[in-house]
């Protein structure tokens, strides 16, 4: 049973570029959570997909956008990457009749803007 | 105000040692809560989770929490650790109020440093 996939594991852009990160969550599951976590920090919410839907949003600019296909597979899209935005993002799975708060994580794709 | 709050940056200990990482919630955060932990490089894992019921809950690797309603506490302990316990430790709960659970409140973090 595979977990939750994110790729790539690691890449470097340059200030003002784009970048799109992808994610499969985990067999079975329906919803897929994107969280932000700067070096030194917990994570923190960016938003929240479920029937091809952005359900839920964290207190991201709109430079932060994502998709959810019918796959249930999902990409966050960065643009106009700024220095700050370097981080592991993480994505997390989880079932939407599921468990309250209950997610299952990938092992995150590291940005580094440079 | 942060919704949860982890009092401790950095655990050392021995091995084979106690230890008890910190958490308190606050009002604003549904009273779910959860214990995830990120070894190096890696994302993070649940640990132990408390929906309801016994306020003394199990996890895996041998931890255990303890949800204390009174003080809004919900501390994390290992009555003996070893080597291979060292790695960050996230206490988090869902937002109250939103409409889905998947949103979730993570602390600081506590890094776990276990010394031979």
């Known amino acids: 049973d595979a977990g939750v996939t994110q790729s790539p594991t690691h890449l470097i852009k340059t200030r003002g570029q784009q970048v799109t990160l992808r994610c499969s969550p985990k067999s079975g599951h329906d919803t897929v959570s994107w969280y932000q976590q700067a070096l030194g920090q917990g994570p923190q919410f960016i938003f929240q997909y479920y029937e091809e839907e952005e359900r839920q949003r964290g207190n991201f600019p709109d430079r932060f956008s994502g998709h959810q296909f019918p796959n249930y597979s999902s990409e966050l899209n960065v643009n106009a990457l700024l220095l700050g935005d370097s981080a592991l993002y993480l994505c997390?799975?989880?079932?939407?009749?599921?468990?309250?708060?209950?997610?299952?994580f990938g092992e995150g794709s590291r940005l580094t803007v440079l | 105000a942060q919704s949860v709050t982890q009092l401790d940056s950095q655990v050392p200990v021995f091995e084979e040692a106690p230890v008890e990482l910190r958490c308190n919630y606050s009002?604003?955060?549904?009273?779910?809560l959860f214990w995830y932990v990120q070894y190096p490089n890696q994302g993070l894992q649940l640990l132990l989770k408390?929906?309801?019921?016994?306020?003394l809950v199990k996890g895996i690797n041998g931890f255990e929490a303890e949800f204390n309603k009174s003080q809004t506490s919900f501390h994390l302990r290992k009555p003996s650790v070893h080597i291979s316990d060292t790695a960050e430790y996230f206490c988090?709960?869902?937002?109250?109020?939103?409409?889905?659970?998947?949103?979730?409140?993570f602390g600081q973090g506590t890094i776990l440093t276990v010394h031979p």
């Open positions: 009002s604003s955060v549904s009273v779910y």
């Open positions: 408390y929906l309801s019921g016994s306020t």
């Open positions: 997390a799975s989880s079932l939407n009749a599921g468990t309250a708060g209950e997610l299952f």
């Open positions: 988090a709960a869902p937002r109250a109020g939103g409409t889905s659970y998947g949103k979730l409140t």
